[in-house]
T-cell receptor
Framework: NAGVTQTPKFRVLKTGQSMTLLCAQD?????MYWYRQDPGMGLRLIHYSVGEGTTAKGEVPDGYNVSRLKKQNFLLGLESAAPSQTSVYFC????????????????FGEGSRLTVL | GDSVTQMEGPVTLSEEAFLTINCTYTATGYPSLFWYVQYPGEGLQLLLK?????DKGSNKGFEATYRKETTSFHLEKGSVQVSDSAVYFCALSNYGGSQGNLIFGKGTKLSVKP
């Protein structure tokens, strides 16, 4: 019953530090996504992946990198953190891709709250 | 481009009150429409969906009807409970976009008082 698991759940960084958020799903989904959630902004897509070994940019990709070396894992990296990256990050997965066949069901993790000082 | 606009919150209601959260969209073609709910401290989860005009999605007492003529997908519930307190997101998906990316509204926070 794990679904989508994100680690860590909380992290405080200093400006310029680097870190990686890990997302793991056990549903054998092809598609995985990283979103950020900011007050008054809703959810904005950072990067996504349509399968193992593939990644693509979303709406707000600058300052982030991602990797999908294994189907079940999707990593989000911040090479040099900035205060503007203070946010709650959500990973999600789906199969088929959300909305293409009308399913539209993204399965979300519980979120990772990142503070950059 | 495609977009979703939902009513600003927060919305505060008493238990058993009627709920409406407005959602309108802009999109070409025939998008699918969704409502997601986020309970405190949790990720989002799908509440209901509709994939074509005049479809009604329903779940847990919530309903929304896909109205193409008014480009709307308003969320309604006849009698809210304290446990419905959450943030509600309207979303759309338009095939042909970036591999099924959902476009989310900004969210409406609902607080239900006993």
């Amino acid at each position: 019953n794990a679904g989508v698991t994100q680690t860590p759940k909380f992290r405080v960084l200093k400006t310029g530090q680097s870190m990686t958020l890990l997302c793991a799903q056990d549903m054998n989904h092809e598609y995985m996504y990283w979103y950020r959630q900011d007050p008054g902004m809703g959810l904005r897509l950072i990067h996504y992946s349509v399968g193992e070994g593939t990644t693509a940019k979303g709406e707000v990709p600058d300052g982030y990198n991602v990797s999908r070396l294994k189907k079940q894992n999707f990593l989000l990296g911040l090479e040099s953190a900035a205060p503007s990256q203070t946010s709650v990050y959500f990973c999600a997965s789906s199969y088929p891709p959300a909305g293409v066949y009308g399913t539209g069901e993204l399965f979300f993790g519980e979120g990772s709250r990142l503070t950059v000082l | 481009g495609d977009s979703v606009t939902q009513m600003e919150g927060p919305v505060t209601l008493s238990e058993e009150a009627f709920l409406t959260i407005n959602c309108t969209y802009t999109a070409t073609g025939y998008p699918s429409l969704f409502w997601y709910v986020q309970y405190p401290g949790e990720g989002l989860q799908l509440l209901l969906k509709a994939t074509k005009a005049d479809d009604k999605g329903s779940n847990k007492g919530f309903e929304a009807t896909y109205r193409k003529e008014t480009t709307s997908f308003h969320l309604e519930k006849g009698s809210v409970q304290v446990s419905d307190s959450a943030v509600y997101f309207c979303a759309l998906s338009n095939y042909g976009g970036s591999q099924g990316n959902l476009i989310f509204g900004k969210g409406t926070k609902l607080s239900v008082k006993p």
